[in-house]
């Protein structure tokens, strides 16, 4: 339940309020958690006011969790999150952007109750009922200029986390299966992000944009502690696109850079090069919009591993391939 307010002296926001009951069961093979009902109660605040080149955005939540499972003790948490954030736009095309945020999370079920063999990540997991809250305090900061033929913008951000949950390899095998195990530490993140858009032409030929974008993030565990496992390596993309009245097209290539920042125990991927392609005609009939589409993906057949997968060394990207296709919108 949310409820919005008018304008009270140049602020405007909503407060509410959110409940949830739910039951999470794995049966059968896949019964590596036991069943566990979790209720929850949040309340909540957002809140903007603008002055002249200025914004300020507010927001915070408060959460009561209780999750019960089965031939186990209940845990309770409850989660604190707070933010400020403010926008000056100091000339007239560009934004200088800052964020400050306290955001809690309780840990889930898995996380906290699971003894057994996780099907979906080939792993035998092992849960930790004793886990706490994990807290993250990040900061950042970012430009954005948005001119008449050129859109930019560009951040960096530093997130410490206090007690941050992961899944970590014990070297040990259970099933012939690896073991993993649910476990905390202070760990911090370090990140920058960039795009910009150019508008090549838009003319009777149609509009053509050009966009090229790029992020890297590194994560390591405090006090020595290592690299945090099955984190992004570093990318970097560009793409066409083009549109004409009901048709658009695009052609993008994107590079995933080598991750061999990794954790102990944890197997290092190579980068790999990603070239996609994909073009739609889109038309109304009986108040129906429709669209057909061709998508055609990895066109230079590249053997990719996503890092942050479970089963990256044993499962790749499809190969070369293409889809065709009808959408429909009502």
């Known amino acids: 339940m949310e409820l919005a307010h008018e304008d009270y002296g140049g602020w405007v926001g909503a407060l509410g309020v959110q409940m949830t009951d739910s039951e999470f069961e794995a049966i059968g093979e896949e019964a590596f958690v036991p069943r566990t009902r979790t209720r929850g109660a949040g309340v909540f605040v957002v809140e903007r006011k603008q002055w002249d080149g200025f914004q300020l955005d507010l927001g915070g939540r408060i959460d009561d969790l209780k999750s019960d499972p089965d031939g186990q003790s209940q845990r309770d948490f409850s989660p604190i999150s707070a933010s400020i954030g403010a926008i000056w736009q100091f000339a007239d095309e560009w934004d200088f952007i800052a964020n400050l945020d306290h955001a809690e999370r309780a840990p889930a079920e898995e996380e906290l109750f699971a003894n057994g063999p996780h099907i979906a990540t080939a792993a035998f997991e092992i849960g930790d009922a004793s886990l706490t809250e994990e807290a993250a305090n990040q900061f950042e900061v970012g430009l954005h200029y948005h001119g008449g033929l050129v859109e930019a913008k560009a951040a960096a951000y530093y997130n410490r986390f206090n007690d941050f949950i992961y ?11 690896p073991v ?44 020595g502690g290592g690299n945090v496992p099955r984190i992004a390596p570093a990318r970097f993309g560009s793409e ?91």
């Open 167 to 177: 899944l970590v390899d014990t070297g040990e095998v259970e099933d012939d299966l």
């Open 180 to 223: 993993r195990q649910w476990t905390q530490s202070d760990a911090r993140f370090r990140g920058l992000e960039g795009e910009v858009t150019l508008q090549l032409t838009d003319n009777e030929s149609g509009r053509l944009d050009f966009r090229a974008y790029a992020d890297s993030v590194r994560a390591t565990l405090s006090n």
């Open 240 to 330: 066409l696109r083009w549109q004409r009245d009901q048709w658009r097209a695009s052609l993008g290539v994107i590079r995933y850079g080598e991750q061999d920042d990794v954790a102990e125990g944890e197997t290092s991927t190579p980068g790999y090069t990603l070239l996609d392609a994909h073009c739609a005609y889109h038309f109304d009939l009986n108040d129906i919009g429709w669209e057909v589409f061709l998508d055609a993906r990895n066109l230079t057949n590249q053997t990719a591993r996503v890092h942050t997968s479970f089963l990256k060394d044993v499962v790749v990207l499809p190969g070369r391939n293409a889809s065709f296709g009808v959408r429909a919108f009502f």
